[in-house]
């Protein structure tokens, strides 16, 4: 039986791991990946030259609204193709799921690699599904669901799903060394899935080391909680920092665990090989203990001042917004004591009520309403009103194009250590965007950084601000091509000065040509020290090296 298996990502440059793992399982097995963007008539044309007579995809709430529409318009096409979905998405309602869409045969539920590689043996050999545990499907006007599929406690029988270089996807690569959780947080599914199994360290190894040697930009560990067990973290930290090349590593870690001696070996990786993405959540302890979250927050918040100071890696960390029992001002004195941290990202996520996970059955508890359908978004809860929600959909998408985008990263190095709070800056920030019509439509950045300077100006020493985004513009553009809100004249033998300061210049950047080089001059000589804003009051230019980003001054 031809099985075709496929998956709709969330953007192209993300892959989907399950189908790869499942694929191992029959080297005739081919795979389609698409995005939740492309047209759906054109994704099932090409998936119809496959020739597919069964056809699995990869279910989440990202996916499962664009994947059911595909389904349904392949199963018109040619209703003699067998559809699965296996996934999260399905895993917990897939007798509902078999019910509801009669262009569905099959639900894999939970974990799918053995559950796949028996329903498709069966299929191919007339055999009985009965005997598939984790099988869920149609006999006739039935639905049968087969017993649960017990948890796969020896990973190493899974197959790589990079066995090839070919098999590499020129995107995210992503990668998985444990499952499970050591943790019970109520809003994840990972919080059922008690305990944490590893694959074999010396598989580990080879395997990152295939990534390595193949050039492979990044990988993204799936892991929930990679320091879960620390000697198996450092031994894997150990090992990348011995062999590391160009391959950068990504990381979700639980940050008030890391003790000295791992920080002591972070300190000493390479810059930018790992990055990390630490979930805060909140900082609230009776919130913390709603959602059933343990964490010393200043022993998370002293870990990652010193993984800032090394200066060696990317730190993202993540606030939720409708948390159970968490107010307004709850939330914003959570993001302040974030950004006190001076993280590289702070990522605004919204409650999601996930089926299957412990919160699920605690909505009327806290009095949450949430989105019906996908992706299952708080929309009110008993201590957060349906507007204050609003407020922090607003500020969440300019803190992202704003701050977390690094468009304007003097600006901001500036500014925000003067202010009172981090959070209050940008909710007024976005109510004044709302009145320019930031959220009707979208502008350039040309435009973005004029709207900046317009509500800066009037709190903010005007000539500063003024200094500071011209220096972000370039940095970001790249072109001397500057908007006239921040033009200046150029004093008639500014390139005659450029030429005489060229050995100056060729003594920081080896090589460089005045063709490769944007340079301007500034009434205030501004510069970053440690991430403090210094100000000299001396005529300078500044000087951007458009090969590599960085920026210099030169004192006339």
Known sequence: ?????????????????????????????????????????????????????????????????????????????????????????????????????????????????????????????????????????????????????????????????????????????????????PFGCSYCLSSIDKGIRHLSIERVKKELKFFIDNDVKLVKFVDRTFNGNKKFAMEIWSFLIENHKNTKFHFELAGDILDDEELELLSKAPAGLFQFEIGVQTTNPSILKNINRKMDFEKLKQNIIRIERFGNIHCHLDVIAGLPGENMDSFIKSFDMCMEMKPDVLQLGFLKILKGSPIYNETDKYGIKYLDYPPYQVLSTNTMSYDELKILIMVEKVFEEYYNSHLFEYTFSYVLPMVKSDFVFFKDFSYFLKQKGYFDKSFSFSKKTEFLYEFLKSSFNEIIIKELLLHDYIKTTRRSNIPNFLRRDYPPNIKTIVKGKMDEIKCIWNDIDIKDIIYIPVKLRVHIEEGNIKIDMKDAISIFNMKTGNHIYINI
């Open 1 to 181: 039986m031809k099985c075709v298996l496929a998956a709709l990502n969330s953007k192209y440059i993300h892959s989907n791991l399950a189908i790869r793992y499942l694929k191992q399982y029959d080297e005739k097995i081919e795979t389609f990946e698409g995005t939740i963007n492309d047209n759906i008539l054109n994704m099932a044309y090409k998936i119809l030259e496959l020739s597919p007579e069964l056809l699995g995809f990869s279910c989440y709430i990202w996916n499962i609204e664009e994947t059911i529409k595909l389904c349904s318009t392949i199963k018109k096409m040619d209703g003699r193709i067998k559809i699965f979905l296996g996934g999260p998405e399905v895993s917990f309602n897939g007798e509902d799921i078999l019910k509801k869409y009669d262009f569905i045969d099959y639900i894999i539920a939970g974990e799918g690699e053995l559950t796949f590689s028996e329903f498709i043996k069966a299929l191919n050999e007339n055999k009985s599904l009965y005997e598939v545990d984790g099988l869920i499907f149609k006999e006739g006007n039935n639905i049968i669901k087969n017993q649960e599929r017990k948890s796969i406690m020896d990973l190493n029988i899974i197959p790589f799903p990079y066995k090839d270089k070919d098999e590499i996807p020129d995107k995210i690569v992503y990668y998985e060394a444990a499952r499970g959780c």
